[in-house]
Structure formats: C-alpha cells, structure tokens
Nanobody, 123 residues
Framework: QVQLVESGGGLVQAGGSLRLSCVAS????????MGWFRQLPGKEREFVAA????????YYADSVKGRFTISRDNAKNTVYLQMNSLKFDDTAVYYC????????????????WGQGTLVTVSE
C-alpha cells in the first residue's frame, strides 16, 4: 500500500484560491495514478480530478473544469490540486487517492486514501 497525507486546506472567500498537496510514501509513487475526491457530511464521496502516473493525461469533473488544475511531481512524491475561483459549493473535505487503474474516478474501487483536508469557502 501507499500512505497519503494531504495538506493545504483552510478557509477562503468565494472567488479565492487554495492549493492542496498530497505527499505519498511507502511504495513507488510513479506506479500510481492519482486522484482527488471530496465529500460533505452525509453525502457520497465525489470525484474531482485525476492525473496519470506520467502526468500526460488529466481528467476533471465537469463541476471543476476550468477552475481546478491537478499536477504532480514524481521526484517529490507529491500531487497537487490548484483550486481557483472557488465557490461556496466547493466546501468539502478533500481526499487524495492512489490507484494503479486508470482513470481513478470510482471511489469504491480505490483502496489507498489520505485522511482528508477541509476546505471551507465563505460566501
């Protein structure tokens, strides 16, 4: 398994930006495609963005296209989520995920998760 630790969450006003980071350890990072998901209390975990192991291919949920950018640095074992033009509806706990199957968009199939980082967007 790979261990994942997210950081970078916080409180931001609508229209603002945040960058989330997720550092991986335990297994070879470049073996994994990476994804970001988010979840509100009482709701299912929702796919946000994914990036292939070599960073050539990215995939986004329609709700974040044009506002969020996923990237990775394999030398630093880190995946990022740059979030711009944040909206109130982006408020959620954001989770990092790692999977060897592309694309990692089905949360129920993924076994490697971080602990989550809370993003709160005020109106």
């Amino acid at each position: 398994q790979v261990q994942l630790v997210e950081s970078g969450g916080g409180l931001v006003q609508a229209g603002g930006s945040l960058r989330l980071s997720c550092v991986a350890s335990g297994r070879t990072f470049r073996n994994y495609h990476m994804g970001w998901f988010r979840q509100l209390p009482g709701k299912e975990r929702e796919f946000v963005a994914a990036i292939s192991w070599n960073a050539i291919t990215t995939y986004y949920a329609d709700s974040v296209k044009g506002r969020f950018t996923i990237s990775r640095d394999n030398a630093k074992n880190t995946v990022y989520l740059q979030m711009n033009s944040l909206k109130f509806d982006d408020t959620a706990v954001y989770y990092c995920a790692a999977d060897t199957t592309w694309p990692p968009i089905h949360g129920g199939d993924i076994r490697n998760w971080g602990q989550g980082t809370l993003v709160t967007v005020s109106e």
